[in-house]
């Protein structure tokens, strides 16, 4: 496919803080989530329909999954086991199933994103797996002095895939990490470099093609601006060798960055991947990570440039805990609940932003403000995205918003019920409780 463009949960008290440049999507234990993509409409400039356009597309319930990129580099840091990765090749791959890239014309798709170093990743993935659309697993990364590319693919989770639901497109992440941090500096050697360019995209290429698989996810961190231009070429060389596969390429970019060509990326991948969080992040400025009217100002500026067929909306489901003076920490879902319930901190729903906080104070007597991301902030985004018709949500974990994506089921008629048509925290909260 060319074209011419949570309730997020994890186990873990606490995780070692990376810091993005810009975006940033953390994913967690029952992680899933990265990008719904689909096939371009025909007419399109720059964009020749994808050879699968008349498959239909397999069912499902809408949903919404998030990425994890940072979460598996920290994750990364704290095994460096996993970050020496090796491409695995099967000894008898399995014959390519016909599938489609497509959605259907009255939803958005579901996709449902998968981590190897989380356990319970694989028993989210089984769970959701009849319901999700595409599968975007972490498995490629390129890094070090030669930015090889390294691959990681969990046969298991391949194995559930292939067995359970062997329609499913598979478009691995792909990230700039190596020893478990982001390597921006060897992403702009590569970037730069012509030569290692193309043997890049000659590997990803044929790592796609031993596999099966139907496109890559391109998850660059710490993109300077003097890298764009660089990018483009890749992008562009990447695309003319996806062309006789017709494989897609998702592009994820920065919800709100003004370094970032928007409209010019989107004339070179398949789908741009919008993660609509960290209005406040890695700094020392506590706040909410993605306000009601930050996201909604944020995206409605976003798609004035962007065709929505051929954009996904990456919703949030994470934290930070910011201690007085520090930088913020990281924290999963579940890891912001159980903080609360440690420090007896009583968790308040900030009517302003539309965004869960609490605050206490450390055993040292320091003062912490925690802000986070629920399946509440994320029906309110859908709610405003709708408007919109994008391509696909991706969040996570798969089982509760798949639920809260369903307009026709019980929770979700219990919510707009109970909250007179707003998803209020007083009717649903207990469903988060631990």
Known sequence: ??????????????????????????????????????????????????????????????????????????????????SQRRI??????????????????????????????????????RRALPTLDWVIPTWTTVGGPNMALNADIDSKALQLIRTLKPATPILPLLQNTFEGKWDGEGLARMLENPAMRQARIAEIVSFLD??????????????????HHALKAFLSE????????????????????????????????????????????????????????????????????????????????YGYDWAAGSNAEVLTFDDALRRAANSQAHISFDFRT???????????????????????TASNQIHAADNYKPYAYVSSPAWLLVLLTNRSGRFWRHARIACKGVLCPNAVWGKWSL
């Not at 390519?96 to 319970?120: C, Q, T």
Request: hydrophobic letters at 40%; aromatic letters at 12%.
């Open 1 to 82: 496919m060319q074209k011419r463009p949570s309730v997020f949960e994890m186990t873990g008290e606490s995780v070692t803080h990376i810091f993005r440049t810009r975006w940033l999507a953390i994913a967690g234990s029952t992680l899933f989530g990265l990008a719904c993509v689909i096939s371009l409409l025909p007419g399109l400039p720059n964009k020749p329909q994808h050879p699968l356009a008349h498959v239909p597309a397999s069912g499902s319930t809408q949903g919404i999954l998030k990425p994890g990129n940072r979460q598996a580099c920290e994750e990364r840091t704290r095994n460096p086991q996993w």
């Open 210 to 227: 031993a596999h099966h698989f139907q496109g890559v996810t391109i998850d660059f961190e710490e993109v300077t601006p003097a890298m």
């Open 238 to 317: 990447l695309r003319l060798a996806f062309l006789p596969h017709g494989w897609a390429i998702v592009l994820s970019v920065p919800f709100d960055d003004a370094s970032w060509d928007y409209a010019g990326y989107a004339k070179l991948v398949d789908f741009e991947l919008l993660m609509g969080y960290d209005q406040h992040w890695g700094g020392k400025q506590a706040g909410s990570i993605a306000a009601k009217g930050w996201f909604e100002r944020t995206l409605h500026k976003r798609m004035k440039q962007l065709d929505p067929e051929h954009t996904i909306i990456a919703l949030g489901s």
């Open 354 to 376: 539309q965004n869960p906080h609490y605050s206490y104070n450390d055993h040292a007597g320091i003062a912490h403000q925690v802000w986070f991301l629920d399946g509440i």
């Open 88 to 125: 695995w090749t099967p000894s008898n791959p399995a014959p390519a199933p016909l599938m489609s890239l497509e959605k259907p014309h009255d939803r958005a798709l579901a996709i449902g994103f998968y981590v190897n170093w989380d356990a319970s990743s694989y028993s989210s993935l």
